[in-house]
């Protein structure tokens, strides 16, 4: 391959790295102020990302492009300008909009993942606990000594502890 060829590649590779960088930065700031910051924005985000609102605004943000580019072909007089630069403003609204909304359908994608992420987790972990109880108690009982000889031991101490009290009861009574 051309060295050329291969530095235009490493330069794309490492723009779209950086740049990959910053939008995520910025889509976590813009995260943190709707959400902390401007309870206003995050209501707007929450009415543009209702079905209809969207479609609205879709359709009005395609509108708006659509003047725009047709403006862009007439533009041999001061009338295409000023119409480009009246289209702008209400173009970049829709626009902001749209984001918004947008930003609200993949914080819930990602709510509704973390959710069943958090299920498939419990799920596994409330499987293996008992388990790891057992595991536990194996452990704690020796490596030596199976468990039916604890537990035999155990009852042999508590039967000679019953019989010791009532022993002790049995003289309180004569």
């Known amino acids: 391959m051309d060295p050329l060829i291969l530095l235009i590649l490493g330069f794309l590779i490492f723009g779209g790295a950086i740049g990959l ?9 813009l ?14 985000a929450l009415w543009a990302a209702e079905f209809r609102n969207f479609i609205s605004v879709l ?12 403006s862009f ?11 480009i630069l009246l289209l702008l403003l209400p173009l970049m609204v829709a626009g902001i909009l749209l984001g918004l909304a947008l930003l609200v359908y993949v914080l819930g994608i990602i709510g509704w993942l973390y959710r069943l992420w958090r299920t498939i987790i419990t799920g596994l972990w409330i499987g293996f606990l008992p388990q790891l109880k057992k595991i536990q108690l194996k452990h704690d009982v020796g490596k030596d000594k199976d ?12 039967s000679d502890e019953v019989e010791r009290a ?8 004569k």
């Not at 072909?73 to 119409?83: D, E, K, M, T």
């Not at 468990?147 to 508590?158: T, Y």
């Not at 002790?168 to 009574?173: L, V």
């Open 166 to 173: 009532r022993a002790i009861i049995s003289k309180r009574r």
């Open 21 to 29: 960088f910053f939008v995520l930065i910025v889509g976590a700031l």
């Open 147 to 158: 468990l039916n000889i604890k537990l035999n031991e155990v009852r042999g101490k508590l």
């Open 31 to 44: 995260i943190y102020n709707v959400k902390n910051i401007y309870p206003l924005m995050r209501t707007i």
């Open 73 to 83: 072909v007439a533009i041999r007089n001061v009338i295409g300008i000023l119409v």
């Open 59 to 70: 359709a009005l943000e395609a509108l708006l492009l659509f003047l725009m580019v047709s």
